[in-house]
C-alpha cells in the first residue's frame, strides 16, 4: 500500500475544491491512500468526501505518516503552515521514501516568494529541496505532450540558456516520457521545434536553428533516430500533427504551453516533474482566485494530475 500526498495550493484560489472534487470523482485506488495538505478553511469541501473514503484528520506530517496507510484511507494534515511549506515536506516525505508520489495543486508566485524568497515556482522548491541540478516540466495530455527546454525565464534570456547540454537533456527527458504513453504514441518521433520565424529560415531570420541542427545530428543512439526537428514553430501544432509525434520538444514556456492550453483548455492535462528521483504531478492551470468559493471550477486537471501520478508510481518511475 502507498502513500500519494497531495497538497491543495493557496487556500483563498481554487486548489482546495479541485483536489476534494477530483477525490470524489475518482474514490478509492486499489493500492494506494492519499494524504492531504490543506488548511482548516476548505474543511466544508473534505467533509463531503465522508462516504467515499475513511476520514482522518491530524495536525502534523509526522503524525500523518505514524497512521498505516489502507485501502480506502484518506488522511487529512490540517494545519495552517504556509502552502509552500506543504510542498517542501512532501517533497522530503518522498525522498526519504515516506511518500510513494507529489500531486501539487496551484500555488501563487506570490505566496511562494513569501515563504521561499529564492524560488519562483514548485520547479525552484522541488530543485532546492531535492539537490537536482535540473528539472524539466512536461505537460500530459490526451492530443499531444510538451517538454519545456527552458521554463520561468524571460524571453531575451532563452537564446543563451539553449545550451548543447539542456537540449539533450529535454529530449532525453522526453524519449523517457515517451515510454508511458500508448503503444501507438510510442512508436512516433519527438518532436524538437526551433526558436525563430521559419525555424531560422537557413540563418536569415536567426541562426540558433543551424546550431541545433548540429546538436540533433551529434546526438546518441537511439535518440537521435527518435528526433525530428527543428521544426517551424508556427506550423508545428497543427491537428495533423499531433498524430504524427509522441512529445513535443519546445525551446521556451510560452512556445509550448499557448497550443497545449489552447487545446486541451482548463478541464484536462497534467504537468509532470522530469528528472526528479520521485514522482511529481500537478495541474495545469493556476490559482483562479476570481472564481474561488463560487463552487464552479473544473477538477479535471486535478483528476489527470492524480491518475497520471498513480500511472507513474507504478511504473516506478
Known amino acids: 500500500m502507498r502513500k500519494i500526498a497531495l497538497t491543495t495550493g493557496d487556500p483563498d484560489g481554487i486548489g482546495p475544491e479541485v483536489t476534494a472534487k477530483a477525490l470524489r470523482r475518482l474514490g478509492p485506488q486499489d493500492g494506494f491512500s492519499f494524504l492531504v495538505f490543506r488548511d482548516s478553511s476548505s474543511s466544508a469541501l473534505f467533509q463531503k468526501l465522508r462516504r467515499s473514503f475513511q476520514r482522518v484528520v491530524c495536525s502534523s506530517l509526522p503524525e500523518a505518516l505514524e497512521l498505516p496507510a489502507r485501502a480506502g484511507r484518506l488522511i487529512e494534515i490540517v494545519n495552517e503552515a504556509p502552502a509552500p511549506r506543504w510542498v517542501s515536506d512532501a517533497a522530503t516525505s518522498c525522498l526519504r521514501g515516506d511518500v510513494s508520489g507529489l500531486v501539487t495543486g496551484p500555488l501563487s508566485k506570490t505566496l511562494i516568494q513569501s515563504v521561499f524568497p529564492s524560488d519562483l515556482g514548485h520547479t525552484e522548491i522541488l530543485q532546492r529541496v531535492s539537490g537536482v541540478g535540473t528539472i524539466y516540466q512536461g505537460y500530459l495530455g490526451a492530443k499531444f505532450c510538451v517538454v519545456l527546454t527552458t521554463a520561468h525565464l524571460p524571453l531575451k534570456d532563452v537564446p543563451a540558456h539553449l545550451t548543447k547540454s539542456r537540449i539533450e537533456g529535454a529530449l532525453r527527458q522526453a524519449f523517457h516520457l515517451r515510454e508511458v504513453l500508448s503503444p501507438q504514441k510510442r512508436r512516433r518521433p519527438l518532436a524538437f521545434v526551433g526558436l525563430n520565424p521559419h525555424a531560422g529560415e537557413g540563418g536569415l531570420l536567426g541562426r540558433e536553428e543551424l546550431s541545433f541542427r548540429q ?103
Open 215 to 317: 546538436i540533433l545530428a551529434r546526438l546518441p543512439n537511439p535518440l537521435r533516430h527518435s528526433v525530428l526537428g527543428p521544426l517551424v514553430p508556427d506550423a508545428a501544432f497543427n491537428p495533423d500533427d499531433w498524430r504524427r509525434y509522441s512529445v513535443y520538444v519546445v525551446c521556451y514556456h510560452d512556445q509550448g504551453l499557448i497550443p497545449f492550453k489552447m487545446v486541451h483548455g482548463r478541464s484536462s492535462g497534467a504537468q509532470v516533474s522530469l528528472g526528479l528521483p520521485f514522482v511529481r504531478t500537478s495541474v495545469d492551470h493556476g490559482t483562479a482566485k476570481e472564481i474561488a468559493g463560487r463552487g464552479i471550477a473544473d477538477p479535471g486537471s486535478m483528476v489527470d494530475a492524480i491518475q497520471w501520478c498513480l500511472k507513474l508510481t507504478k511504473r516506478g518511475q
